[in-house]
């Protein structure tokens, strides 16, 4: 899912720090990678969170969702960095199960959320006042998925009521979706949509076959 999300993180003191990204992305599926930009502050700040998940190694995100939409709103309030932005927004916390010392706050409400481990920080300059954009990327090392908004074993969108901000101060929900397979066939085409799903599964299996079939180099001479 690629659409807004609360990003959570803890400082080296202890402090717990949360704030909304609309500029979030997927990068790849296997592994997975995800990645979030912040810009400076216009006295030339990095951004609390930025700061904590290079200091720490680790954040997670939590999915925005219409029912969380205030809280949300609330948690995008510029606040010094040991106000616990959780508290401020009235949000209870979940905690990371696979991340540990320091554990990592998560939006207890919030029906989809990612553990991610720091990998890199990618600057990207800036017009003043601003400084630099911080696009930073991490790994997904787990997902949490509540049961309730999943259907036949998958995520349900229609279920989570996702939030997704459109520009200016307009946002969208979205209620409703629709499947379009991109037209394939062969065994290329079986290839293309095992990507496509993100299957980690069917993409180590790709690998296998590609491992035990003649390639360039290879085989009779």
């Known amino acids: 899912m690629v659409c807004p999300t609360t990003r959570s993180s803890v400082s080296p003191a202890g402090a717990h720090n949360l704030a909304p ?13 995800v990645m979030f930009s912040a810009n400076q502050t216009p006295s030339g700040c990095r951004k609390d969170t930025v700061a904590n998940v ?10 925005a ?5 205030d809280a949300v709103n609330a948690s995008a309030e510029q606040v010094p960095p040991d106000v616990d932005e959780f508290d401020h927004a009235g949000l209870e ?9 320091p554990r990592v706050p998560m939006v207890k409400r919030s029906p989809v959320k990612f553990e991610c481990e720091y990998h890199t920080t990618l600057r990207l300059p800036g017009n003043p006042p601003m400084g630099t954009v911080d696009v930073v990327i991490g790994k997904v090392v787990a997902v949490h998925i509540a049961d309730d908004v999943l259907t036949d ?12 901000r459109c ?5 969208a929900v979205i209620r409703d979706t629709f499947d379009m397979v991109i037209p394939s066939s062969g065994q290329v085409g079986e290839d293309i ?17 590609e491992k035990t ?3 360039e180099g290879e085989g009779e001479a």
């Open 21 to 33: 990204y609309s500029q979030f992305n997927n990068l790849t599926f296997d592994p997975p990678y």
């Open 54 to 63: 290079e200091a720490t190694g680790r954040f997670s995100w939590s999915l």
């Open 65 to 69: 969702t219409w029912d969380l939409r």
């Open 93 to 101: 916390k979940d905690y990371s199960t696979v991340l540990t010392e």
């Open 153 to 164: 074993g998958i995520l349900d969108v229609r279920k989570t009521l996702p939030i997704a």
């Open 167 to 171: 520009g200016y101060y307009q946002y």
């Open 193 to 209: 949509l095992a990507g496509l799903e993100g299957s980690s599964r069917k993409n180590k299996e790709i690998g296998k076959r």
């Open 213 to 215: 079939e003649p390639g």
